[in-house]
């Protein structure tokens, strides 16, 4: 560890831990769309809500986060993150006393709006936490907690969100109004204390923050002559990476919002927390494949390997949405180890070469993590109308669209990612 690295050991430590909190965030909201359709009898377009309401806090602050990085640097921006992430979690209290749904939407955004503070801070930092040579290590170091997040936030959900009673209509309809009543806000109030616990966690972390010293971002070289934003849409690779990237985004949310459903409604007789289960099952695999990804991608040319994870992942929605059943099911959960590299791929690809513009390219990218909120909503009006099956057809064409981005990138002569282009993480 070069002595710029020591000296700077607890913000590696700290920032490390972020990837795990947003891993963790993002993948309650599984738990959540299982929990909401039941607890406020919502059809699959309704419990979407969670996505659009989560991933359009990422939109909207996207860019403030990146300006409040350049004007006060790094710290400011990531405590501004832990703060909103802890006070959107501290919100489901008294949105499960009072029982609204659009109660629990507003918390959703907030936690959001924390996360686009740290997302947009975190990935850059780790780049210039120690030696630039070895950065792209650093940060492949990184990635590794957030699998661990996503997995902790399953499991958290499946032993303290989640119930043992299938959501069986019939039966809740025959229950005397005031028992229905008392089954309604059991199941709503069962999110109470998962978010109490991580709203008061997220809270120390920011205290740590607080008195951690943090490079600043203010003192790179060259950042006082950093061309304006706009200029950004000059480049059109960025603003393809930025359109690949809102489906990608899509397409992995949606795939693991609706896991539960489908394994329910293709498994007749799975209870929630079974069907749990294979949506941990999918981000073990998703974990796995980041290993093995970064892995190839010492041999394989980028842009290459994202056509073909994209190629694999596309063929097995599409498996998932006309064979259904058992073997459907197994597709679908063997679809996420093929998710794993596209996210930091495309970021990659897209703010390759901007230089000076990276900050700004890197905005617009995470600004079109929107694309889990639009997707999701598509995935949910289709299984409404024509079942929750042939929803899986809507992140098929999703990669496809990312197919062809890493088509068009892999036309370029040099789509290597070197140590000066780390591949951020989602």
């Known amino acids: 560890m070069t002595g710029k690295a020591r000296s700077y050991a607890p913000a590696i430590i700290l920032t490390v831990s972020l990837f795990f909190l947003w891993g963790m965030a993002n993948n309650l909201n599984d738990i959540l769309i299982a929990q909401f359709k039941k607890a406020f009898t919502l059809s699959d377009f309704e419990t979407s809500f969670v996505q659009q309401a989560f991933y359009l806090g990422y939109f909207c602050l996207a860019i403030p986060a990146a300006m409040l990085v350049?004007?006060?640097?790094?710290?400011?921006?990531?405590?501004?993150g832990l703060l909103l992430?802890?006070?959107?979690?501290?919100?489901?209290?008294?949105?499960?006393?009072?029982?609204?749904?659009?109660?629990?939407?507003?918390?959703?955004?907030?936690i959001a709006s924390g996360l686009a503070f740290l997302e947009t801070s975190a990935n850059p930092l780790m780049t210039e936490l120690g030696d630039p040579r070895t950065a792209a290590r650093r940060l492949n170091w990184a990635q590794a907690a957030n699998p661990v997040g996503t997995l902790t936030g399953v499991l958290i959900g499946k032993y303290f969100i989640l119930s043992e009673i299938a959501h069986d209509e019939g039966a809740i309809a025959a229950m005397t109004p005031a028992a229905r009543e008392v089954f309604y806000r059991t199941e709503t109030q069962a999110v109470q204390a998962p978010y109490l616990v991580i709203g008061l966690v997220v809270l120390a972390f920011a205290l740590a923050a607080a008195i951690i010293r943090f490079p600043d971002?203010?003192?790179?070289?060259?950042?006082?002559?950093?061309?304006?934003?706009?200029?950004?849409?000059?480049?059109?690779?960025?603003?393809?990476?930025?359109?690949?990237?809102f489906f990608y985004v899509g397409a992995q949310v949606g795939l693991w919002s609706y896991t539960i459903r489908y394994a329910q409604y293709n498994v007749p007789g799975m209870?929630?927390?079974?069907?749990?289960?294979?949506?941990?099952?999918?981000?073990?695999?998703?974990?796995?494949?980041?290993?093995?990804g970064t892995a190839l991608m010492g041999r394989i040319p980028p842009a290459r390997l994202l056509a073909l994870f994209a190629t694999a992942a596309l063929t097995l929605a599409l498996a998932a949405a006309l064979i259904g059943g058992t073997a459907g099911l197994l597709m679908l959960v063997s679809a996420s180890f093929f998710l794993s590299i596209q996210f930091p791929t495309i970021f990659a690809l897209g703010v390759e070469g901007l230089g000076p513009l990276r900050k700004a390219g890197s905005s617009l990218i995470i600004m079109a993590i929107i694309g889990g909120a639009a997707v999701t909503a598509a995935m949910g009006f289709v299984s409404d109308r024509a079942g929750i099956n042939m929803a899986m057809l809507v992140p098929g064409l999703a990669f496809?669209?990312?197919?062809?981005?890493?088509?068009?990138?892999?036309?370029?002569?040099?789509?290597?990612?070197?140590?000066?282009?780390?591949?951020?993480?989602?």
């Open 85 to 110: 992430y802890a006070a959107g979690a501290l919100l489901f209290y008294p949105a499960a006393h009072y029982g609204e749904y659009r109660y629990f939407l507003a918390a959703l955004f907030v």
């Open 70 to 80: 350049r004007a006060r640097g790094y710290k400011a921006a990531i405590v501004t």
């Open 271 to 292: 209870i929630e927390r079974t069907a749990a289960d294979y949506l941990f099952a999918s981000l073990l695999l998703f974990g796995i494949g980041r290993f093995i």
């Open 400 to 426: 496809l669209v990312v197919l062809v981005f890493a088509v068009v990138a892999g036309r370029d002569a040099d789509t290597r990612i070197g140590d000066d282009n780390p591949l951020p993480i989602h």
């Open 217 to 245: 971002a203010r003192t790179e070289a060259g950042e006082d002559a950093k061309p304006p934003f706009a200029h950004v849409f000059r480049h059109p690779r960025l603003l393809f990476a930025a359109v690949a990237q």
